[in-house]
């Protein structure tokens, strides 16, 4: 009779642990998710990742991150290369205790972007995506050896009402602002899910593919003028 009270009595505390945790994280939800994309980002990127907040409402399965910005790679300016504005979230609620979360919708509403290059020819553009393939976020990763880590798809990814502001180190062009085009991204880690760090490279991959597309329609060249022939001629 003692043995099976003191089952009761265990089960009893493992339980009020338990609703203690799951309290903790619904109510530190949106902290935790911040940290999360600052920690994640900053270590993909190897570049300072910031957000300024996070709400999420798991009723609705919507979410808002507001002032997501990541610092220019080393050997640039000390703007930001990225501000991503407002970017709006749709959850399958239902997927959550899932092994694949599905996400139906990511919007990334007015970027602005920040294309630089330095004496040397180099941007800030492909110096981010080096970052980032070093980093592996769009390789294979290897499995965790107890089995367990996050998968996502996502059904859909937009960004839109982006601009790009072009900008030589020399100081000796002014900067020029332009217009990117829409990007959208379906169905990423369909097949299996793909983990986070699999998704930011996506992202990324694409969204420094098509600045670098929006800048060649820009007539670069004509823009940085004499400085960029030269640095051709090398």
């Not at 990127?45 to 610092?71: E, F, Q």
């Amino acid at each position: 009779m003692k043995t099976w009270k003191k089952i009761i009595i265990a089960i009893a505390v493992l339980l009020l642990v338990l609703a203690g945790v799951l309290f903790f994280v619904f109510r530190n939800l949106d902290s935790i998710v911040k940290s999360a994309i600052e920690k994640y980002g900053s270590e993909i990127t190897k570049t300072a990742v910031r957000v300024s907040s996070v709400k999420i409402k798991l009723s609705s399965g919507k979410g808002a991150i507001k002032g997501l910005t990541v610092s220019n790679p080393k050997g640039f300016s000390s703007s930001n290369i990225f501000s991503l504005g407002e970017i709006s979230t749709k959850i399958d609620a239902g997927s959550v205790r899932s092994k694949i979360i599905v996400i139906d919708s990511i919007v990334i509403s007015a970027p602005q972007v920040l294309y630089e290059m330095n004496s040397s020819g180099a941007s800030n553009i492909d110096a981010l995506k080096k970052n980032i393939q070093s980093a592996g976020g769009e390789k294979k990763p290897k499995k965790e050896k107890d089995g367990k880590e996050i998968r996502l798809h996502i059904k859909k990814l937009v960004i839109e009402n982006g601009k790009i502001n072009l900008r030589l180190l020399t100081g000796s062009d002014k900067p020029l602002m332009i217009n990117l085009s829409r990007v959208e991204l379906t169905d990423i880690g369909k097949k299996g899910g793909a983990t986070p760090s699999q998704v930011a490279g996506r992202v990324a991959s694409a969204l420094t593919e098509e600045v670098a597309v929006a800048v060649a329609k820009a007539g670069a060249e004509s823009f940085f003028g004499s400085a960029i022939k030269k640095l051709f001629g090398k």
